[in-house]
């Protein structure tokens, strides 16, 4: 009989493996449509599976919500990067700003988050001046 939590840790394990292969496999598709004919799949996806293993480990690794979001917006642009750099024909600007948009949306997300939260802060003199001593 196998324990309860071995269960639950190899059931995670498939989890985190079928869905990552197959947001890697989507995305390989999807780039492939989109760029031109000289680019196939097979490319684009040794191009982007570097990012999406170091994506699983970090969501395996079970990494705060807001490094795991830094962290895919990053290997995306990178991996956008990658597929610059390997096609044979230029790609549209179109494919430029699909790999910058994770990064600016999670900026701006960041940016507001921690404007909301500058706003809603207190601010006590009294207790600055009283922690310094």
Sequence with gaps: MVPIVARGLGMRRFDVIAMFASLWLLASMVLDVATPKELTVYMIGAAI?????????????????????????????????????????????????????????VGAVFNLHSWRGWKRRPISVSRDLAGSD
């Design 49 to 105: 599976a570097p990012a999406a293993l170091i994506s699983a480990l970090l969501y395996w690794l079970r990494v705060p919500r807001f490094d795991f979001v830094v962290s895919f917006a990053t290997l995306w642009m990178v991996s956008g990067m990658l597929i610059e750099l390997i096609t044979p024909t230029p790609l549209s600007p179109l494919i430029v700003i699909v790999a910058v948009a994770p990064m600016v949306i």
